[in-house]
């Protein structure tokens, strides 16, 4: 069956960069794209970037300039980097499937806070 | 980007019917989905592009509209169906979201 599961680090501090890991299985990611979706604590989702499953990406555009996702097919893994990071990049960070632009597979979601 | 706005709060009674609304700033077409997110849970997928059921998810949900003015309706509203509601567009980009509403029951 789908599944997606995040991983990285739960702590970065403010200017270091982020990176996450997400390892799906069930499905191919040359034939689905996977997206990145945050939340702050208490607040709403923000859709991050996404690589399509001709390896292409997009990005949000306020993110843009900090932000790389990439993938390994090999593996099953998609990759989210992000650097600079400041106190407002503190969120739950999911992966999700999407095959027809929503999202009907999600990660559980891994929660990174930017603290020194 | 696509401004979605959602109510932030509703309370209705368990049996009762409850409509929660998603205005798009620009038109999405029929591109607009909804989701369900329970505390310390991720968000669910309950119907995609305006009015589709998705899999498993119970037939008390219905979703319609299209252009900017979209609706979830669920009938009846259960216990377990406190929770937020988040309405997502993928006609434009970027992807958005709403602000989700907050379902309690009284």
């Known amino acids: 069956q789908v599944q997606l599961k995040e991983s990285g680090p739960g702590l970065v501090q403010p200017s270091q960069t982020l990176s996450l890991t997400c390892t799906v299985s069930?499905?191919?990611?040359?034939?689905?794209?996977v997206h990145w979706v945050r939340q702050p604590p208490g607040k709403g989702l923000e859709w991050v970037g996404a690589i399509w499953s001709g390896g292409s990406t997009d990005y949000n555009s306020a993110l843009k300039s900090r932000l790389s996702i990439s993938r390994d097919t090999s593996k099953s893994q998609v990759f989210l980097k992000m650097n600079s990071l400041q106190t407002e990049d503190t969120a739950i960070y999911f992966c999700t499937l999407s095959p027809r632009g929503y999202f009907d597979y999600w990660g559980q979601g891994v929660m990174v806070t930017v603290s020194s | 980007d696509t401004v979605l706005t959602q109510s932030p709060a509703l309370a209705v009674s368990p049996g009762e019917r409850v409509s929660i609304s998603c205005r798009a700033s620009?038109?999405?077409?029929?591109?607009m989905h909804w989701y369900q997110q329970k505390p310390g849970q991720q968000p669910k997928l309950l119907i995609y592009?305006?009015?589709n059921l998705a899999s498993g998810v119970p037939a008390r949900f219905s979703g319609s509209g299209s252009g900017t003015d979209f609706t979830l309706t669920i009938d009846p509203v259960e216990a377990d169906d406190t929770a937020t509601y988040f309405c997502?567009?993928?006609?434009?980009?970027?992807?958005?979201f709403g602000a989700g509403t907050k379902l309690e029951l009284k």
């Open positions: 997502q567009q993928s006609w434009n980009d970027p992807y958005t």
């Open positions: 069930g499905f191919s990611l040359t034939s689905n794209s």
């Open positions: 620009e038109g999405v077409n029929s591109y």
């Open positions: 592009k305006a009015s």
